[in-house]
């Protein structure tokens, strides 16, 4: 069944789309979007240190995302505004991280394929470590999940309730990273973002529980991750930019659909 | 042994000693308040005591075992999170519908339950809080400045319902308001503060202290005449001015 690279790249789609739907959560309840999105551009500079050094590719961009988001709590609230300083951060990684693959002119790299994915290049490796990591993600938020969730709510409530808010900000940096390293091949740097905001952005409105809106943000990045590679396959179009597609055409639809029936009410 | 005692707490943020040499208690079933200007240290001693901020100097010690309540000042839920009040009073370990019930009855507003938090009112939202502060039954109850946003009447009804529930329950209450007017009345000691300890004792022997008068007096002049909370002791308007 493996043997087949649709379907190799469905089951990595929907491994990657379960991690990123509750940990999306998180980025939007506690409005992490350019978190996200620096620790996702810093990978790329992930995939120049991996080839430089004859690695695979996953433990380099875990290493350098996992870099980027910690040097991004340390430096949060000393001197520079949130945004400022992921927009320094974010860009520069980006980069630094494409001027280092033009270095390594021994070997060809196809440069597109870590910016947008290479889903339909999939490998059973690749699958076996995707969905590792995904598990570990899921794993890791579901074990803090009320503890992630009192401290999202309030500081001062997590303490009083015996929390330390900076563990458990370091749980949902440490997901954050391995996400980004599994969605790397699936949808590329430039929209990992992307695959952790939309679906849950989309859940909202259909949701009256934090736990609910996980489960249809999980949902809604599989659905997405399916209908985007049956599109792409289809009409030939790129796979990692197709999924995002869906998950935004689904969002628009379910957002217009309640704005109607709040209209009729 | 006291719930919560303090010993010669100093905290610092960088340069600046935010408070000095605190000593202070809260005794099983009393209700303390705290009173204070701006920049006074209240929401420093606050966090010092949940174990929020760094402590430079002195002691905190809590009975062992102490549950503690907590309200806090300004809690803001983002739009994008959807959550209940049941799902909300939950937050902190299983707990039966019972007694979430029990709690939000006990705070004043029993039907909430399936309501979102983010379409209560106000007062509802302060009152929510509450029900899940007393949710495991704490043996002291803190609370910052929880009446933001209430206006007189809505305040003057939610300190009221602690007081009861308090007496109730012989839950200790620790907090820190603005509205001494209010709070004066309810309270069993009063500590002023402003860096320091400036005075405490019972309200009225606070509210006549030249320390308290000093600080919250409208006579004084300067920058603190702003200090709005003064209704309490209209009888020093005139005294002072007679003066």
Known sequence: MLDDFMTRATLAGVGVAFAAAPLGCFVVWRRMAYFGDATAHAAILGVALSLAFELSIFPGVLAVALAMALAVTLLAGRGYAMDTLLGVLAHSALAFGLVAVSFLSGVR???????????????????LI???????????????????????????????????????????????????????????????????????????????????MAAIAAIIGAVSAVGGLQGAYVFDTPAGPSIVCVAAILFVAFNLVQWRSKVRA | MSLITVKNLVVTYGANTVLENISMTVERGEIVTIVGPNG??????????????????????LQPGLKIGYVPQRLHIDATLPITVERFMRLTGRIS????????????????????????????FQRVLLARALINR?????????????????????YRQIEAVCRETGCAVLMISHELHVVMSASDRVICLNGHVCCQGTPAVVASAPEYRALFGTGTGGALALYRHDHDHDHSHSHEAAE
Not at chain 1, 109 to 127: E, K, N, P, Q, W
């Open chain 2, 97 to 124: 519908r019972a007694r979430c019930k029990e709690a939000l009855s006990a705070a004043g507003v029993p039907d909430l339950l399936k309501r979102q938090m983010t379409q209560l009112s106000g007062g509802q």
């Open chain 2, 138 to 158: 704490p043996d002291v109850l803190l609370l910052d400045e929880a009446t933001q946003g209430l206006d007189q009447p809505g305040s003057a009804a939610f």
């Open chain 1, 109 to 127: 790299i196809d440069l597109m394929a870590y910016l947008f994915g290479d889903i339909l290049a999939v490998s059973r490796l690749d699958l």
């Open chain 1, 130 to 212: 995707i969905w590792g990591g995904a598990v570990l993600v899921i794993a890791l938020i579901a074990w803090r999940w009320s503890a992630l969730l009192t401290c999202t709510l309030n500081e001062e409530l997590a303490y009083a309730s015996g929390l330390n808010p900076n563990r458990e900000q370091l749980i949902l940096t440490l997901s954050l990273a391995i996400t980004v390293a599994v969605a790397i091949k699936v949808v590329g740097v430039l929209l990992i973002a992307a695959l952790l905001i939309i679906p849950a952005a989309a859940a909202r409105g259909l949701a009256r529980t934090p736990e609910a």
């Open chain 2, 40 to 61: 006074s240290g209240k929401t420093s001693l606050f966090r010092a005591i949940i174990g929020a901020t760094q402590v430079t100097g002195g002691d905190i010690a």
